[in-house]
Protein backbone atom coordinates (compact mmCIF):
# COMPACT_ATOMS: atom_id res chain seq x y z
CA UNK A 1 0.00 0.00 0.00
CA UNK A 2 0.71 3.54 -0.57
CA UNK A 3 0.22 6.62 1.49
CA UNK A 4 -0.33 9.85 -0.31
CA UNK A 5 0.73 12.50 2.47
CA UNK A 6 -0.39 16.06 1.68
CA UNK A 7 0.10 17.11 5.38
CA UNK A 8 2.28 16.75 8.14
CA UNK A 9 4.89 14.21 7.59
CA UNK A 10 3.86 10.81 9.45
CA UNK A 11 5.45 9.50 12.30
CA UNK A 12 6.91 6.01 13.15
CA UNK A 13 4.43 5.35 15.51
CA UNK A 14 1.40 6.21 13.20
CA UNK A 15 3.04 4.03 10.71
CA UNK A 16 3.06 1.17 12.34
CA UNK A 17 -0.83 1.35 13.62
CA UNK A 18 -1.38 2.01 9.84
CA UNK A 19 0.07 -1.47 9.32
CA UNK A 20 -1.87 -2.87 11.72
CA UNK A 21 -5.28 -1.29 11.47
CA UNK A 22 -5.45 -1.77 7.20
CA UNK A 23 -3.68 -5.50 7.73
CA UNK A 24 -1.35 -4.45 4.91
CA UNK A 25 2.52 -3.56 4.45
CA UNK A 26 3.05 0.28 3.55
CA UNK A 27 5.71 -0.16 0.80
CA UNK A 28 6.08 3.78 0.16
CA UNK A 29 4.85 7.44 1.76
CA UNK A 30 4.49 9.96 -0.81
CA UNK A 31 5.05 13.14 1.31
CA UNK A 32 3.58 16.06 -1.15
CA UNK A 33 3.83 19.42 -0.97
CA UNK A 34 0.38 21.13 -0.61
CA UNK A 35 0.59 24.40 -0.37
CA UNK A 36 -1.70 26.38 -2.41
CA UNK A 37 -2.08 30.23 -3.18
CA UNK A 38 -5.92 31.42 -1.92
CA UNK A 39 -5.63 34.31 -4.70
CA UNK A 40 -5.81 31.74 -7.39
CA UNK A 41 -8.03 29.22 -8.74
CA UNK A 42 -8.01 26.14 -7.30
CA UNK A 43 -8.62 23.04 -9.80
CA UNK A 44 -5.45 23.84 -11.78
CA UNK A 45 -3.37 24.08 -8.73
CA UNK A 46 -4.61 20.88 -7.06
CA UNK A 47 -3.71 19.10 -10.55
CA UNK A 48 -0.07 20.15 -10.45
CA UNK A 49 -0.13 18.87 -7.19
CA UNK A 50 -1.36 15.63 -8.07
CA UNK A 51 0.56 15.26 -11.21
CA UNK A 52 3.61 15.75 -9.05
CA UNK A 53 2.74 12.30 -7.37
CA UNK A 54 4.40 11.08 -10.63
CA UNK A 55 1.85 8.57 -10.64
CA UNK A 56 0.29 7.14 -13.80
CA UNK A 57 -3.32 6.43 -14.67
CA UNK A 58 -2.61 3.20 -14.92
CA UNK A 59 -1.70 3.59 -11.19
CA UNK A 60 -4.41 5.58 -9.90
CA UNK A 61 -6.70 2.58 -10.70
CA UNK A 62 -5.23 -0.24 -10.06
CA UNK A 63 -2.22 0.68 -6.52
CA UNK A 64 -4.10 0.57 -2.93
CA UNK A 65 -3.46 3.99 -1.77
CA UNK A 66 -4.36 5.63 1.28
CA UNK A 67 -4.45 9.42 1.28
CA UNK A 68 -3.57 12.12 3.96
CA UNK A 69 -5.42 14.89 3.17
CA UNK A 70 -4.42 18.58 3.75
CA UNK A 71 -6.19 20.03 6.98
CA UNK A 72 -7.03 23.21 4.70
CA UNK A 73 -10.96 22.40 3.97
CA UNK A 74 -11.04 24.00 0.31
CA UNK A 75 -7.94 22.14 -0.86
CA UNK A 76 -9.40 18.44 0.76
CA UNK A 77 -12.56 18.99 -1.23
CA UNK A 78 -10.68 20.06 -4.23
CA UNK A 79 -8.43 16.66 -4.11
CA UNK A 80 -10.99 14.58 -3.06
CA UNK A 81 -12.97 15.52 -6.48
CA UNK A 82 -9.83 15.09 -8.58
CA UNK A 83 -9.11 11.72 -7.18
CA UNK A 84 -12.22 10.19 -7.34
CA UNK A 85 -11.87 11.52 -11.24
CA UNK A 86 -8.34 9.71 -11.63
CA UNK A 87 -9.44 6.85 -9.15
CA UNK A 88 -12.75 6.08 -10.11
CA UNK A 89 -13.83 5.87 -6.69
CA UNK A 90 -13.68 8.02 -3.39
CA UNK A 91 -9.95 6.80 -1.69
CA UNK A 92 -10.23 5.90 2.12
CA UNK A 93 -8.33 8.55 4.32
CA UNK A 94 -6.45 8.71 7.70
CA UNK A 95 -8.04 10.76 10.42
CA UNK A 96 -5.52 12.06 13.19
CA UNK A 97 -6.42 13.71 15.99
CA UNK A 98 -4.69 16.48 18.05
CA UNK A 99 -3.13 15.41 21.33
CA UNK A 100 -3.71 18.01 23.39
CA UNK A 101 -2.31 17.58 26.04
CA UNK A 102 0.76 16.77 24.65
CA UNK A 103 3.46 19.01 24.25
CA UNK A 104 4.79 20.03 21.89
CA UNK A 105 1.44 19.21 19.75
CA UNK A 106 1.80 15.76 18.28
CA UNK A 107 -1.14 13.95 16.83
CA UNK A 108 -3.03 10.08 16.87
CA UNK A 109 -4.00 8.22 14.23
CA UNK A 110 -7.74 8.09 15.21
CA UNK A 111 -9.22 6.00 12.43
CA UNK A 112 -8.96 5.29 8.73
CA UNK A 113 -12.26 6.74 6.91
CA UNK A 114 -13.68 4.39 3.84
CA UNK A 115 -15.22 7.53 2.23
CA UNK A 116 -15.88 4.68 -0.78
CA UNK A 117 -18.25 2.59 1.49
CA UNK A 118 -19.68 6.08 3.16
CA UNK A 119 -20.96 6.91 -0.14
CA UNK A 120 -22.42 3.73 -0.84
CA UNK A 121 -24.26 3.92 2.47
CA UNK A 122 -25.91 7.56 1.88
CA UNK A 123 -26.90 6.16 -1.26
CA UNK A 124 -29.49 4.25 0.57
CA UNK A 125 -30.81 7.46 1.98
CA UNK A 126 -31.91 9.06 -1.30
Known amino acids: MKIINFAHPLTEEQLQKIQTLTKT ?4 V ?5 QISTEKPFAPQIEKILDSTGLTS ?9 INLPSL ?13 RMGYFPPVLR ?14 TE ?3 LQAM ?8
Open 58 to 66: QEWQTNTLL
Open 25 to 28: KITA
Open 30 to 34: LDINS
Open 73 to 85: NYSAAAILAQLHG
Open 112 to 114: ILN
Open 96 to 109: LRPLTEEIPLRYAL
Open 119 to 126: REHARTRR
